[in-house]
C-alpha cells in the first residue's frame, strides 16, 4: 500500500508491506521510531511480546519538546500495551493511541503534515 504526503518536505511513511516500512522511500525491515522532527531510529522492540516499559520510556527526548502524542503500530493486527508499561507516558501528559502499525502510518503522516509533534513507534511484520 503506498502513501503520499501533503507536504514533500515532511519526512513521511511512504509505503507499508508484509514485513516492511518505507520512509521517504527507504525500506525498513525491523521495529522502529519515526518523529515529527524528522528522526528515523531503530526500535529494540522486535515483538509485541517482548513489550516493557523502558521501550516507551526511551521516547519522551528524542524531539527538542516532549511530543503531543505517541503513536503505537502494535503489529499487523490491534493489541493493547498493558497500561503500565506506558505510564511515564501519560504520567507527563502524552498522549498515547494504539493501533495496528497500517494505521499508525497513516496517522502519523497526517499529523506530521498538520505540524504536530507526534512520534509513531512501529512494530513491524508483528
Do not use: Y
Request: hydrophobic share 45%; proline share 6%; aromatic share 6%.
Amino acid at each position: 500500500m503506498k502513501f503520499h504526503a501533503d507536504k514533500p518536505d515532511t519526512l513521511s511513511i511512504s509505503a507499508i508491506g508484509d514485513g516492511w516500512v518505507a520512509i521517504n522511500g527507504e525500506r525498513h525491515e525491523n521495529s522502529l521510531v519515526v518523529t515529527s522532527a524528522g528522526h528515523v531510529l531503530p526500535w529494540a522492540c522486535a515483538r509485541f511480546e517482548d513489550l516493557a516499559a523502558p521501550h516507551f520510556e526511551s521516547l519522551t527526548g528524542l524531539m527538542p519538546e516532549p511530543p503531543e502524542l505517541v503513536l503505537f503500530g502494535s503489529g499487523e493486527r490491534l493489541r493493547f500495551a498493558r497500561p503500565a508499561l506506558m505510564r511515564g507516558l501519560i504520567e507527563q501528559r502524552i498522549g498515547v493511541e494504539t493501533m495496528d502499525t497500517a494505521a499508525a502510518c497513516r496517522t502519523f503522516n497526517i499529523l506530521a503534515a498538520e505540524g504536530r509533534r507526534v512520534v509513531a513507534v512501529l512494530i513491524v511484520g508483528g
